[in-house]
């Protein structure tokens, strides 16, 4: 399983005009080659009576798994330079259509090809890219009297407070890197000269957008 990896942030659209041809990227997070078609054969049933709807799709942590397909546009015009611009922003697990309603002026080659990865590319700062790092959760429990010092050295360290809980003891749960868990258990021992409870819970991916 991947440390560290980026894809789009959000499933959405992006749309722009070229020689009056409206072209609209389609973009989504899958997981699975079944999650791409199915995506795909979504976008298509939406828009069945455009000209085109040419996908691109990566999937897997080693990219694995990727098509392109010009659906009617000239061989090598369409999908192939949408899944250029995925592989050269090295996102994973990302599906795109670009949806073409022809304005009836012909583009030729080179302008298909410049026009399907611009959607793409310019689709892709729309809405968004984002940093998926494996994080381990950590509990830290402590009394009252060390939340004041706990939390200010949280806050101006590297680690990433999810949620602070108040009973009869304060229980802090933090995103930590997986391959810093020990560092941590240290860090917040010294912090609290070892009266901290600490146990580790479940692990996760946090996103920071890019």
Known sequence: MLQQYLTIKQTGEY???VQKSRFIAHFKRTETEQDATNFILSI???HWHAAHNCAAYLIGENDTIQKANDDGEPSGTAGVPMLE???KRGLKDTCVVVTRYFGGIKLGAGGLIRAYGRAVSTGLESIGIVKRTRVQVVHTTVNYTWLGKLENELHTSPYIIKTVSYTD???????VEQHLVDTFH???TAVTNGQAVIANGDTSYL???I
């Open 15 to 17: 749309e722009m005009v």
């Open 169 to 175: 003891k304060v229980t802090i749960e933090t995103y």
């Open 207 to 209: 996103e920071t957008p």
């Open 44 to 46: 298509k049933k939406e």
């Open 85 to 87: 611009v995925l592989k």
């Open 186 to 188: 240290q860090w917040v």
